[in-house]
């Protein structure tokens, strides 16, 4: 299976996984595993770095892309959530990979582990428009990084405003239980 083939391909460029949209396999006949390819293969060596972030909904990063180091190359990012529900804007959109059953409410926390291409830094941006490339870059010039902030939201406003991704399909409009 190809990259093409694995998750949804989001207009602004980003590719989300979720499901039975990765490359589900199980290779033995006599061993219960279960694989869940999310990247099957990438032109794209990573050798940045490599960590996690516990969040909470009191947790909200500024909008920003990484570039490397010179800042002439956008460098590409891969994100885990484990452990609970994310959110994640994307080009001025909120985006998430759960539904939640009638009644069940996220306790606010995830783990988000993270992977990039190169090694990297954190560039706060204004803009809510995807960049093809570095050059593309409008930084965020105010030290206060609130107006720039994921937004607190309530569950309806996620219910209203955010889109789901579920294996290979694509919702919004949802409702709350």
Excluded at 37 to 63: A, H, V, W
Aim: proline share 5%; glycine share 8%.
């Amino acid at each position: 299976m190809s990259s093409a083939e694995v998750g949804i391909m989001l207009d602004n460029g980003c590719r989300i996984t979720h499901g039975n949209g990765a490359n589900v396999k199980k290779p033995f006949s006599d061993i219960d595993l279960t694989m869940h390819e999310l990247s099957p293969s990438n032109k794209n060596g990573f050798r940045g770095q490599m960590g996690c972030i516990e969040f909470t909904s009191d947790l909200r990063l500024p909008r920003h892309i990484h570039m490397d180091a010179a800042q002439k190359e956008l460098v590409d990012e891969r994100i885990l959530v484990l452990n609970g529900v994310g959110l994640v804007e994307l080009a001025g959109k909120i985006w998430t990979v759960a539904l939640l059953p009638n009644g069940t409410v996220s306790e606010g926390k995830f783990t988000m582990v993270y992977e990039y291409e190169e090694p990297t830094s954190f560039y706060p941006t204004e803009s809510t428009v995807p960049v093809s490339n570095a050059s593309e870059y409008l930084p965020f010039q105010v030290k206060d990084f609130d107006g720039i902030r994921f937004p607190k939201l309530t569950a309806r406003e996620v219910a209203e405003q955010a889109s789901v991704v579920l294996h290979k399909e694509q919702y919004r409009g949802l409702a709350l239980a």
